[in-house]
C-alpha cells in the first residue's frame, strides 16, 4: 500500500528542489557574465575590442585578451576589428602603420607562518614553517594604428582587404580561439 508523504515532509523536499535550482542559477549568471569570445571592451582596462580616432583617416585599434586566450587569437581579434572598423567607414581597404603586440602577467604570491612544537621521551623539539606559494598568469593585449580613407594604396606592405580580412577571420572570431 502506497503512502502519501506528509504535507511538511513535501513542503521539504519542494524547499530543497528551490535552492538547488537558485543555486544552479547563481552560478551559471557567474559564468555567463565573464565573455570569453570576441566583444567590446565595457570600459577601459576591461577584455574585449576597443577603439578611437586619431585623426579623420587614423585610428587606433586594440583588443585586449582575457587569460584563456592565445596570443594569435588576440591580435586576429585586433585585425578583425580594424576590418570592421574600416567597412564601418565605407572603405574596402586599411594600412597598418604600427602594430604590438604585449604580455601581461600577474603573479600572486601567498606566504603564512606555521609553529609546531612536539615532544617525546626524552626529545622534544620545535618548528617553524614559511611555506610560500606563487603563481602567474598571462594575457595578451594588441594595439595596431590603421589608416583608412582615399589615401591607402592598393597594395603594398601592411595593406589588407578588410572583406577578405574579415571571411577569413570570421570561424576564429565565431569560435572565439
Not at 582575457?66 to 567597412?87: C, D, G, I, M
Request: proline share 5%.
Amino acid at each position: 500500500m502506497k503512502r502519501k508523504l506528509a504535507l511538511p515532509n513535501r513542503i521539504y523536499w519542494q524547499c530543497i528542489q528551490a535552492s538547488f535550482c537558485l543555486l544552479l542559477g547563481v552560478m551559471l549568471t557567474g559564468c555567463a557574465s565573464q565573455q570569453l569570445g570576441y566583444h567590446r571592451a565595457a570600459s577601459p582596462g576591461d577584455f574585449g575590442y576597443s577603439n578611437s580616432a586619431i585623426t579623420n583617416h587614423h585610428y587606433r585599434v586594440s583588443y585586449t585578451g582575457n587569460y584563456s586566450l592565445a596570443r594569435s587569437t588576440v591580435e586576429k581579434f585586433a585585425l578583425f576589428r580594424a576590418a570592421e572598423l574600416t567597412l564601418a567607414h565605407s572603405r574596402d581597404r586599411f594600412r597598418i602603420v604600427s602594430r604590438e603586440t604585449s604580455p601581461v602577467t600577474t603573479t600572486e604570491g601567498t606566504s603564512s607562518a606555521n609553529i609546531g612544537f612536539g615532544f617525546g621521551y626524552p626529545y622534544f623539539g620545535t618548528g617553524f614553517g614559511f611555506p610560500v606559494t606563487v603563481s602567474s598568469a598571462t594575457r595578451y593585449e594588441s594595439v595596431l594604428d590603421i589608416q583608412i580613407g582615399p589615401k591607402v594604396p592598393k597594395n603594398g606592405p601592411d595593406v589588407y582587404n578588410a572583406h577578405q580580412v574579415k571571411r577569413h577571420l570570421a570561424a576564429t572570431v565565431a569560435g572565439g580561439s
